[in-house]
Nanobody, 125 residues
Framework: QVQLVESGGGLVQTGASLRLSCAAS??????MGWFRQAPGKEREVVAV????????YYADSVKGRFTISRDNAKNTVFLQMNSLKPEDTAVYYC????????????????????WGQGTQVTVSS
């Protein structure tokens, strides 16, 4: 099991920026990503990075505003969120997975076996 510790959530106004961090320890992993769940909605993928080659996936709703990055030496993944909107309000979860993948694509939710505790992001209008 991989242990994931998230930080960086908070309350901001529309248009502001936030940076989330997630430090991983324990077993090795091949993908790390960020997911979010808003009240009354299903959990959705936000951004994923594949550790081996740095390939990235973004949900359409965050393309051009969010950037996922990594620090290989520290086994840490970041989510830089710019131009935040009220609809970005959710609990954000860090997750990791390892091969073999269950899903067809590396960013499929079923590939992620370890999850962080979540951090609240609230964007006020």
């Amino acid at each position: 099991q991989v242990q994931l510790v998230e930080s960086g959530g908070g309350l901001v106004q529309t248009g502001a920026s936030l940076r989330l961090s997630c430090a991983a320890s324990g077993l090795t992993f091949s993908i790390m990503g960020w997911f979010r769940q808003a009240p009354g909605k299903e959990r959705e993928v936000v951004a994923v990075v594949r550790w081996s080659d740095g390939s990235r996936y973004y949900a359409d709703s965050v393309k051009g505003r969010f950037t996922i990055s990594r620090d290989n030496a520290k086994n840490t993944v970041f989510l830089q969120m710019n131009s935040l909107k009220p609809e970005d309000t959710a609990v954000y979860y860090c997750a990791s997975g390892r091969r073999p993948y269950s899903g067809r694509n590396f960013y499929d939710t079923e590939n992620f076996a370890s999850w962080g505790q979540g951090t609240q992001v609230t964007v006020s209008s």
